[in-house]
């Protein structure tokens, strides 16, 4: 994945846990959890698409003073032109609530596909945010891969910035990977932490697109 010369002296952190599981526990350096997803969609006369999915996980560790818990919902609708082409109606839009003790905490995770102005009509791109104890960090998908000028269609990974400046990274290409600068504020790591384990746990519709 290519990455802005910024986050060149960054440590990395592999998220293990969630390939190919829908429910299980999952690890991210200090921080670790467990996780429960299912996909769901439905399909009227072959034509009229509706995708969906659930989500939901728990998060412990640094700047965490018990669990954070999410609830995460996703739903998208398109129209079949035909066997592998579709029209989306109703672009993905995913979001995540929380609670802390069973209470509602003041939190808030979104990503959308984004369609138009500049972006590429032949890839699923995406952006968000997520605002937590504080921090507010804009997400977007990354396509573009070192060494070759053909990029992915789908995300390959997300860049995690604040007023246009990267903080951070999330590397999709396999096993999960956080690439934090060094010497971020650990209030930030956590929020960055918090925010790629929504995205390991999305099951992006993108990739079930043609299937």
């Given at each position: ?47 009229w698409i ?153 099951q992006d ?7």
């Amino acid at each position: 994945m290519h990455l802005p010369e910024s986050l060149s002296a960054s440590t990395t952190t592999r998220i293990t846990g969630f390939n190919g599981w829908n429910t299980g526990k999952f690890a991210a350096g200090r921080y670790n959890g467990s996780y429960q997803r299912s996909e769901g969609g439905m399909a009227l006369f072959d034509t009229w698409i509706e995708r969906s999915g659930k989500a939901r996980f728990a998060i412990a560790g640094p700047e965490i003073s018990s669990t954070i818990e999410a609830q995460c919902r996703m739903r998208e609708r398109a129209i079949a032109v035909s066997d592998r082409v579709e029209v989306t109606t109703n672009p993905m839009a995913f979001r995540c609530e929380f609670e802390a003790d069973g209470r509602a905490f003041p939190a808030r995770f979104e990503l959308q596909e984004v369609t138009g102005g500049g972006t590429a009509a032949y890839r699923y791109e995406r952006r968000g945010e997520i605002a937590l104890g504080g921090e507010i960090v804009q997400i977007r998908s990354v396509h573009d891969i070192v060494g070759t000028s053909n990029g992915t269609i789908t995300p390959i990974g997300y860049l995690f910035e604040q007023n246009g400046r990267a903080v951070g990274a999330l590397e999709l290409n396999g096993t999960p990977e956080l690439i934090v600068p060094d010497g971020t504020d650990p209030g930030l790591a956590r929020t960055l932490t918090v925010a790629s384990v929504a995205l390991a746990v999305f099951q992006d519709p993108a990739n079930r697109v043609g299937d």
